[in-house]
């Protein structure tokens, strides 16, 4: 979807300058499916809930019931962990491997019973993990309609969309419980030409190793990738791949964090579109991702010290810097300030001491000491695409131009980490409308997931019609995807 994003600069290069001042490791590709077997990409997602910042679950199972009846056959080699709620409006890679050929109807998954679910409570917020969070049951049977059909010696595709607005029991009061009950549903793969077997917008992790040569003569090299320390997946480059960061593949190091937007192809490779690279990892520095809580500011209103939710690390240094946990991140005048562009001329937009907020999703780099809470000298901040839910709001009226879909909307957030405070979306004509027409079927009853770069200004200013004002200071949010939820 981030291809998306290349329409967001036409003419608003004038307007933007108001913006100023845990598992056991597998390699989850396992090559040519042998003879009389296909390769399977599992993929993960999620619908979300509002309130829900961390809902991780380990999935020790996977197994395909073929059409008819018959043995199960197993889709996983080992356990995967995985944050549903970081997925929100986001897709990953969970498995990539060989299953025998044939046609499967139903999937059975088989989870861990502790769950860890976390949410953001206070002023300003603090993460909340469930002592007693349970799944109950610990193993589902979805169907999958219509039925999966794995070819020998071809690839499938099949997400996993875990519905947490379902899934998380709530009391009387509407207070989450911490009880889940699963409820999930399958989607098998719908192979295009652009996108293959699916599109991976939400995939990070570690470089163990670069090839710079291929015996495949559609691409130039690959890399591995090491994910959340359990599994490791080749990525595949050609001549179109982007880099950020580096010139190229051969400037790719062995302990460099990278963000990847890749496709599956139908033949079963990870190809990448875009690389985002941007600093090596060692024993004492690390990459921490999550939202910021808060802000500290001197009197130029320049961030010097800020609060970070730590929902992933690359790699796992969770013995010093435990994940979900509220970590101080100091700032100074040698701290670097970029944006995850993912090959997106993005150079008009501002990100910078003054323009980092509560609510933005980063990746802080930098060495790090354990305590309570734990320090984090900020290297480098970088500022990546992120979700945005909430209602739509009938005042002020949207902007809509004569597309339908260039212009705005004021977004009430559910999340904690706004305040109250709203935010203006601004949509163009290139942004993807899912479950709505365009503009013009906005309704205040649903809410809606919008994707995109949320920024930050203090200024008052205007962009494709859509005006705000200051103080206080502004949300204003680029959406190259506007959902809505069909939640209950």
């Given at each position: 979807?981030?291809?998306?994003?290349?329409?967001?600069?036409?003419?608003?290069?004038?307007?933007?300058?108001?913006?100023?001042?845990?598992?056991?490791?597998?390699?989850?590709?396992t090559g040519p499916a042998?003879?009389?077997?296909?390769?399977?990409?599992?993929?993960?997602?999620?619908?979300?809930?509002?309130?829900?910042?961390?809902?991780?679950?380990?999935?020790?199972?996977?197994?395909?019931?073929?059409?008819?009846?018959?043995?199960?056959?197993?889709?996983?080699?080992?356990?995967?962990?995985?944050?549903?709620?970081?997925?929100?409006?986001?897709?990953?890679?969970?498995?990539?491997?060989?299953?025998?050929?044939?046609?499967?109807?139903?999937?059975?998954?088989?989870?861990?019973?502790?769950?860890?679910?976390?949410?953001?409570?206070?002023?300003?917020?603090?993460?909340?993990?469930?002592?007693?969070?349970?799944?109950?049951?610990?193993?589902?049977?979805?169907?999958?309609?219509?039925?999966?059909?794995?070819?020998?010696?071809?690839?499938?595709?099949?997400?996993?969309?875990?519905?947490?607005?379902?899934?998380?029991?709530?009391?009387?009061?509407?207070?989450?419980?911490?009880?889940?009950?699963?409820?999930?549903r399958v989607i098998p793969?719908?192979?295009?030409?652009?996108?293959?077997?699916?599109?991976?917008?939400?995939?990070?992790?570690?470089?163990?190793?670069?090839?710079?040569?291929?015996?495949?003569?559609?691409?130039?090299?690959?890399?591995?990738?090491?994910?959340?320390?359990?599994?490791?997946?080749?990525?595949?480059?050609?001549?179109?791949?982007?880099?950020?960061?580096?010139?190229?593949?051969?400037?790719?190091?062995?302990?460099?964090?990278?963000?990847?937007?890749?496709?599956?192809?139908?033949?079963?490779?990870?190809?990448?579109?875009?690389?985002?690279?941007?600093?090596?990892?060692?024993?004492?520095?690390?990459?921490?991702?999550?939202?910021?809580?808060?802000?500290?500011?001197?009197?130029?209103?320049?961030?010097?010290?800020?609060?970070l939710f730590v929902r992933?690390?690359?790699?796992?240094?969770?013995?010093?810097?435990?994940?979900?946990?509220?970590?101080?991140?100091?700032?100074?005048?040698?701290?670097?300030?970029?944006?995850?562009?993912?090959?997106?001329?993005?150079?008009?937009?501002?990100?910078?001491?003054?323009?980092?907020?509560?609510?933005?999703?980063?990746?802080?780099?930098?060495?790090?000491?354990?305590?309570?809470?734990?320090?984090?000298?900020?290297?480098?901040?970088?500022?990546?695409?992120?979700?945005?839910?909430?209602?739509?709001?009938?005042?002020?009226?949207?902007?809509?131009?004569?597309?339908?879909?260039?212009?705005?909307?004021?977004?009430?957030?559910?999340?904690?980490?706004?305040?109250?405070?709203?935010?203006?979306?601004?949509?163009?004509?290139?942004?993807?409308?899912?479950?709505?027409?365009?503009?013009?079927?906005?309704?205040?009853?649903?809410?809606?997931?919008?994707?995109?770069?949320?920024?930050?200004?203090?200024?008052?200013?205007?962009?494709?019609?859509?005006?705000?004002?200051?103080?206080?200071?502004?949300?204003?949010?680029?959406?190259?995807?506007?959902?809505?939820?069909?939640?209950?």
């Amino acid at each position: 979807m981030r291809k998306h994003l290349i329409g967001l600069t036409i003419a608003i290069a004038a307007t933007l300058a108001v913006l100023s001042c845990g598992g056991s490791s597998t390699t989850s590709q396992t090559g040519p499916a042998s003879a009389g077997s296909g390769q399977l990409a599992l993929m993960g997602t999620d619908a979300p809930v509002c309130g829900v910042d961390s809902f991780v679950v380990t999935i020790t199972s996977a197994t395909l019931t073929p059409q008819g009846g018959g043995t199960p056959v197993s889709v996983l080699d080992s356990s995967v962990i995985v944050d549903f709620a970081s997925l929100r409006g986001f897709t990953t890679l969970l498995s990539l491997g060989s299953v025998p050929a044939g046609t499967y109807s139903k999937i059975t998954f088989t989870f861990m019973p502790d769950p860890v679910l976390t949410v953001l409570e206070g002023n300003p917020p603090s993460p909340q993990t469930f002592s007693n969070a349970t799944i109950s049951p610990t193993k589902v049977t979805a169907n999958i309609n219509p039925a999966l059909q794995v070819g020998a010696n071809s690839s499938s595709g099949l997400t996993l969309d875990f519905r947490l607005f379902q899934s998380i029991q709530t009391d009387s009061t509407g207070q989450i419980t911490g009880t889940v009950d699963p409820s999930i549903r399958v989607i098998p793969a719908v192979i295009t030409s652009a996108n293959g077997l699916g599109d991976i917008d939400k995939l990070e992790g570690i470089v163990e190793a670069v090839t710079t040569t291929s015996s495949n003569a559609n691409f130039t090299g690959s890399f591995t990738l090491r994910v959340r320390n359990t599994r490791t997946f080749q990525v595949n480059v050609q001549n179109s791949t982007k880099f950020e960061g580096v010139s190229g593949l051969g400037d790719l190091t062995k302990g460099m964090f990278v963000e990847v937007d890749a496709n599956v192809e139908q033949d079963g490779n990870i190809v990448a579109k875009d690389v985002e690279s941007e600093t090596v990892a060692d024993a004492t520095t690390a990459a921490f991702v999550g939202p910021v809580l808060s802000v500290t500011r001197d009197s130029n209103g320049n961030a010097t010290q800020l609060t970070l939710f730590v929902r992933a690390e690359h790699p796992d240094v969770s013995t010093t810097v435990p994940l979900r946990s509220k970590v101080v991140v100091n700032l100074s005048s040698a701290t670097r300030f970029k944006i995850a562009t993912f090959g997106t001329d993005l150079s008009t937009f501002l990100f910078n001491p003054s323009a980092i907020a509560r609510g933005q999703h980063v990746v802080v780099h930098g060495p790090f000491t354990g305590g309570t809470p734990s320090i984090v000298t900020g290297n480098m901040i970088v500022l990546r695409p992120q979700p945005a839910m909430g209602n739509f709001l009938a005042t002020p009226a949207p902007v809509i131009g004569s597309d339908g879909m260039t212009g705005g909307y004021s977004l009430a957030p559910c999340n904690a980490l706004f305040q109250n405070q709203i935010v203006n979306v601004v949509t163009f004509n290139s942004t993807l409308f899912d479950g709505l027409t365009d503009l013009n079927s906005l309704d205040t009853t649903s809410v809606y997931l919008n994707r995109g770069f949320l920024l930050y200004t203090t200024n008052s200013g205007s962009l494709n019609g859509l005006s705000w004002t200051t103080p206080p200071p502004a949300y204003v949010f680029l959406a190259h995807l506007v959902r809505k939820l069909n939640l209950p």
